[in-house]
């Protein structure tokens, strides 16, 4: 019976992506994608899987080209699962997603976008403010004031 190894993981970049050459100059790419749960238990919060992505070759130049910490996006794959045995004889394993395909799940920031965010934002902070936009203004006595010039009474 032929197998079946496919996994599709959405999530963002804890980091920026490791870059690597191996012996034989094929590019490596490493990185690791936060991939919350869509399911938790009554009164906890979500948990978060934090999965290792391997890329190689022309996916891994996309990597280090593209790719940076807290992007969002979607990863294709297929699990892998190394075994070895250490100089003590304990065997260990890793599992990692290598991947097949990348896709961006959000547009790229424009610089223009996010002055816009800060100019409404400003906006929005001055007409909720509207109502006293100096703030508290202390009340004002004429004694308050100096007295440049002499008061006459009677004139």
């Given at each position: 019976m032929a197998g079946f190894n496919k996994i599709i993981l959405i999530g963002r970049l804890t980091k920026n992506p490791e870059i690597r050459l191996t012996t034989?100059?094929?590019?490596?790419?490493?990185?690791?994608?936060?991939?919350?749960?869509?399911?938790?238990?009554e009164n906890q919060e979500n948990k978060t899987d934090f999965?290792?992505?391997t890329s190689f070759g022309k996916s891994a130049e996309f990597v280090e080209?593209?790719?940076r910490k807290g992007?969002?996006?979607?990863?294709?794959?297929?699990?892998?699962?190394?075994?070895?045995?250490?100089?003590?004889?304990?065997w260990h394993?890793?599992?990692?997603v290598v991947s097949s395909n990348i896709v961006f799940l959000e547009k790229k920031k424009d610089p223009a976008d996010e002055y816009q965010e800060k100019?409404?934002?400003?906006?929005?902070e001055v007409e909720n403010n509207i109502d006293e936009p100096f703030g508290d203004i202390p009340e004002i006595k004429d004694d308050d004031f100096p007295q440049f010039f002499?008061?006459?009474?009677?004139?």
């Open positions: 034989t100059d094929i590019k490596v790419s490493n990185f690791t994608l936060a991939v919350d749960r869509n399911f938790k238990k999965i290792p992505v080209q593209y790719l992007m969002q996006i979607m990863v294709e794959g297929r699990l892998q699962i190394d075994n070895w045995q250490d100089e003590n004889g304990q394993n890793k599992a990692y100019y409404l934002k400003d906006i929005n002499p008061v006459d009474e009677e004139g």
